[in-house]
Structures are given as structure tokens and as C-alpha cells.
């Protein structure tokens, strides 16, 4: 009974300091406060709504188109056979980091699987009639590295070539990072897995040619250098195609008396930068003049600018100057936007000629789930992720990733139509 006397003593107090309309006026701006804060969420939801769905209008509507011929781009039907069309995609370095070997390291039986960082993106390239990029690791028996002297496990080589890749440049300045020996084993397992190669001078044969629907392809490869050069032997370094002006020109000359099309591979270019520097720009005009139609440039782990210049005959000459990195673990947003170029050239029923037809890209993006993650890297569509998340599948990725995406197609476009 004490114990009630004290609860009406309490209650009573509280009245006393609390008046009936005070307590009113409290609670009414309380629910008022509530339903602001609520009418203010459920704004901010609509906004982010009409902001996805404005999004998703302009991901729509973008075509990464960098050209298109102005002549028709399908055969003239009162032709009796229709022109060849070859398509030819191509990716930039394909690198193997420290933390994709620890990524892909399979504890239980003590092995290594990288299938899963390529499996959303092989849709992309495996429709190509060539695809090609540029291996730089070394395949030895050796312990595995992915910085200073680079060494990768052969489930690396067996994932990218069944991610569609099936010509790869020897030609980096990694290459000859365990020696005259490293290089030939390197080359020796990657052709055995079923890779054709290029950028070795091992053999007689320095212009790799592949013939797709009775159109000869000529590609050249060549590197600016290697590491510690001034270490290397004459031997070592001859085994490589280093570049320099008097075998790019003889080689150049042997790919147009061999075949209809010459594609030149170049390992060139300042770390990171997004801009080619004078040399590789003085380099790529060299080569056109000397036959090169398509010119492929890559080691910046950067994107840089593409562009079509006339040659002497009055023709286009496409140039990339960098394609970035098709995969690697390099921890800057510069490094984590790449793309798949998709070049179609056009064989002409009447007299055989060959023609660039048209350029475009679908651009990608090397996204890192965190270490705890069971697949820590993966290649993504940025365009058809980020399309995807603005249609209202929020569970594809996170507001930060998407928002990533958005800033690296941004950057991408920007970069990419930069004029030089």
C-alpha cells in the first residue's frame, strides 16, 4: 500500500510540472516532427527514384560509338555475293597482382582458380573472329609473383584464354623479367593452351598473320623496353621485339607484300597518364606512314584517347593510344576503368579490298568485393550493371559501386573522345 501512496506522490509532481496542455502542445509538434521526417525520407526516395530512372534514360540512349563509315554498313543487296565482315576485339594488359593470387588460391586441394574474375564479361568477346591483349606475366617454374619480376600460375593462362582471348603480345617490359629462358617457356606454354603469339623474335617469324574468312590479318607487337635493360644480354634483348624504326619499317613492309590488313601492338606510354605523350604520338605517325592501319597501344594501365587519321592513300588509320588494363589489381580508380574495343573491318566483294567499317566499345570495370569476399575480383559490364541498378535491381551492387560506375563512364567518355 506505501508503494501506491508514492506512485500518486510521483504522478502527482509530474502535473504539477507538467500541465495537461503543455503535454498536448508536446505531443502535437512530436507527431509533427515524425511526419516531417517522414514526408522528408519519403522525398528523398522519390527523388532518388526519378533520378534512377533519368539515369537509366541516359545509359539507354548512350552508344559508345567512337566510328562508323559514312558508306553503307550492310552489303548492297543487288550485289550477287555480300562483302566479308571481320570482327576483332581487343583488351589492354592482362596482369596478375599479389592480391588476385591470393584471391584465387584454393586451400583445400592447394591450387589456383581464376574463372570466376572473367565469367561476366566473356559474352563480350567470344563473338569476335580475334581477340586480342597483351600477357604481361611470365609463365615459369618459378615462385609466383605479381609485382617486380612477374610469374603467374598456369590456371592465370588456362582462365584468360577461356575467357576468349586467343592472341596475346609478348612484348612488355616484363617479358624478359626471368630471362631468355623465361621468355621461351612462357611462349611454349601459352601456344600449347592454344594462344597465338607475337613481340618475340625467337624465330625467324616476327609478323604473326591469321587468316579469317580468306582475309590475311598482319599484327606486329613491340615494347619500348624492359627491365633493367642495361642488365640484360645482347642475346636476351634480340630475342624480344624492342622497337626501333629500322625493324618496324622492314616489318612493316614484309606485312603489306603478305597481307590485307596490318595491326601494330604497342607497349608504350607514361604509368597512369591519360594523355599520350609526344614520342607515342611521333611513333604512331611513323608506323602509318609506314603501313599500319589499326594501331593498338596499352602499358599505362590507363585509358587513353582513341582517334582515325588519314595515311597517304587517303585511308583511316585507327589508333587506341592505351586500352588500359583487361584485369589486374591495381588499387586506383583510373586503373579500375577498362573496356573491350570491338573493331569490324569490311572485305570488299568487288575488288577484295580491306576497310576499317566501324569502332565502338563496351567499357568495363575490374570491381574489388573486399578481401572477405569469396570472389574478390570480378570483370563487370559498367554499362549493364549500372543500367540494371537504375531499373530498381538495387542487389546487383551497392550505392557506392553504382555511383563508381557512374563516375567511370563519365571518365571513360571523356578521356576517350579527348581530342589530341
Known amino acids: 500500500m506505501a508503494r501506491n501512496r508514492r506512485n500518486k506522490r510521483t504522478f502527482k509532481k509530474l502535473t504539477d510540472i507538467i500541465s495537461l496542455k503543455t503535454f498536448l502542445t508536446l505531443l502535437t509538434s512530436l507527431t509533427i516532427i515524425i511526419l516531417l521526417c517522414l514526408g522528408i525520407i519519403f522525398y528523398r526516395n522519390y527523388q532518388d527514384k526519378q533520378l534512377l530512372a533519368k539515369q537509366r534514360q541516359e545509359l539507354d540512349a548512350k552508344i559508345e560509338s567512337i566510328f562508323t563509315e559514312t558508306i553503307q554498313n550492310i552489303a548492297n543487296s543487288n550485289q550477287n555475293k555480300p562483302d566479308s565482315i571481320i ?113 618475340d623474335r625467337l624465330k625467324e617469324e616476327t609478323v604473326t598473320i591469321k587468316t579469317v574468312k580468306n582475309t590475311k590479318i598482319a599484327f606486329l607487337s613491340y615494347t619500348y623496353g624492359v627491365e633493367e635493360q642495361t642488365k640484360k644480354t645482347k642475346e636476351e634483348l634480340n630475342s624480344l621485339n624492342i622497337y626501333n624504326e629500322e625493324t618496324a619499317k622492314k616489318e612493316l613492309a614484309y606485312a603489306k607484300e603478305n597481307a590485307d590488313y596490318i595491326f601494330v601492338m604497342m607497349h608504350w606510354g607514361d604509368p597512369y597518364a591519360t594523355k599520350p605523350s609526344e614520342e607515342q604520338k611521333q611513333i604512331a605517325n611513323f608506323l602509318i606512314e609506314n603501313g599500319a592501319n589499326v594501331i593498338l597501344g596499352n602499358h599505362p594501365a590507363a585509358i587513353q584517347p582513341m582517334e582515325i587519321k588519314k595515311n597517304k592513300q587517303g585511308e583511316n588509320v585507327f589508333i587506341a593510344y592505351s586500352l588500359g588494363n583487361y584485369i589486374s589489381s591495381i588499387n586506383n580508380d583510373i586503373s579500375k576503368v577498362e573496356l573491350v574495343l570491338n573493331i569490324e573491318l569490311r572485305k570488299s566483294s568487288i575488288d577484295g579490298k580491306v576497310t576499317l567499317s566501324k569502332v565502338d566499345y563496351t567499357p568495363i570495370y575490374v570491381l574489388d568485393n573486399g578481401e572477405k569476399a569469396q570472389n574478390r575480383y570480378e570483370l563487370i559490364d559498367m554499362k549493364g550493371v549500372a543500367k540494371e541498378y537504375a531499373g530498381g535491381n538495387t542487389n546487383i551492387v551497392d550505392k557506392k559501386t553504382y555511383h563508381q560506375l557512374l563516375d567511370g563512364l563519365k571518365l571513360l567518355e571523356k578521356v576517350v573522345e579527348s581530342k589530341e
Open 87 to 199: 570482327r576483332i576485339s581487343a583488351v589492354g594488359d592482362i596482369l596478375c597482382g599479389e592480391e588476385m593470387l591470393k584471391d584465387a588460391y584454393q586451400e583445400e586441394n592447394k591450387t589456383y582458380s581464376f574463372d570466376s574474375m572473367f565469367q561476366n564479361i566473356t559474352g563480350f568477346i567470344q563473338r569476335s573472329d580475334i581477340v586480342v591483349g597483351t600477357m604481361e606475366t611470365n609463365f615459369v617454374n618459378k615462385a609466383y609473383s605479381g609485382y617486380g619480376n612477374r610469374n603467374s600460375p598456369k590456371e592465370f593462362g588456362e582462365a584468360v584464354k577461356n575467357s576468349g582471348i586467343n592472341l596475346v603480345s609478348l612484348s612488355t617490359n616484363h617479358s624478359l623479367d626471368y630471362g631468355l629462358q623465361g621468355l621461351k617457356e612462357t611462349k611454349q606454354y601459352l601456344q600449347e593452351i592454344g594462344f597465338s603469339t607475337v613481340g
